[in-house]
């Protein structure tokens, strides 16, 4: 009976923590925490038979089934993986944004510093028209639904507004 009170107190400590998941920055920390707290949780004191058999197993699973504790943990850690999916989708959404990024301003101004060196161009006129060149290409590439794209993407956002 006491180990059916501890789970269902710790299963409403998960359910409230679950329920402010999303208050304040830093998801991504708070879910890492939660799923801690549910590793802990689980491995401590989630027991679902004790014993194969006799009436200290049957007092808990009685106690179990009458507060719903299966059906609410496996809510908790159904909900728990969701939060870990969006997660992970943000920071891989973030790293492509990121990347991108690189590439677009990368890419005009490797290009740009290439073609200094091929014509064998010297002088600082040459290295200003390579620059001014190579960030009127990455402006232009911004403009694009590709480099709108990578920048909401940076911010976390999605282009459609759906979040």
């Known amino acids: 009976m ?7 107190d710790h299963i409403d400590e998960l ?12 998801l991504a920390r708070r879910v890492s925490a939660l799923e801690r707290h549910i ?10 038979h004790l014993t194969a058999h006799g009436p200290a197993n049957e007092l808990l699973l009685t ?12 809510e908790i850690l ?10 992970q989708t943000q920071e891989s959404q973030q790293i492509a944004g990121a990347l991108g990024v690189l590439t677009i301003l990368g890419l005009p101004l490797g290009t740009a510093l290439s073609i200094l060196q091929v014509l064998d161009a010297k002088g600082v006129t ?9 960030l009127a290409a990455t402006a232009l590439v911004l403009t694009t639904r590709y480099g709108r794209l990578v920048l909401s993407s940076l911010r976390g956002r999605s282009t459609r507004g759906d979040r």
Do not use: C, M, N
């Not at 006491?2 to 269902?8: A, E, N, W």
């Not at 590793?39 to 679902?48: E, I, L, N, V």
């Not at 040459?126 to 190579?134: E, F, H, I, R």
């Open 126 to 134: 040459a290295l200003a028209v390579a620059l001014v060149g190579a």
């Open 78 to 87: 159904a909900e728990a993986a969701d939060y870990a999916r969006l997660v």
């Open 63 to 74: 106690f179990q089934a009458q507060h719903r504790l299966s059906v609410r943990f496996d």
């Open 39 to 48: 590793a802990t949780f689980r491995s401590t004191y989630w027991r679902q």
């Open 2 to 8: 006491l180990l059916g009170t501890i789970q269902r």
């Open 15 to 26: 359910t409230d923590g679950l329920s402010g998941v999303f208050e304040g920055p830093k």
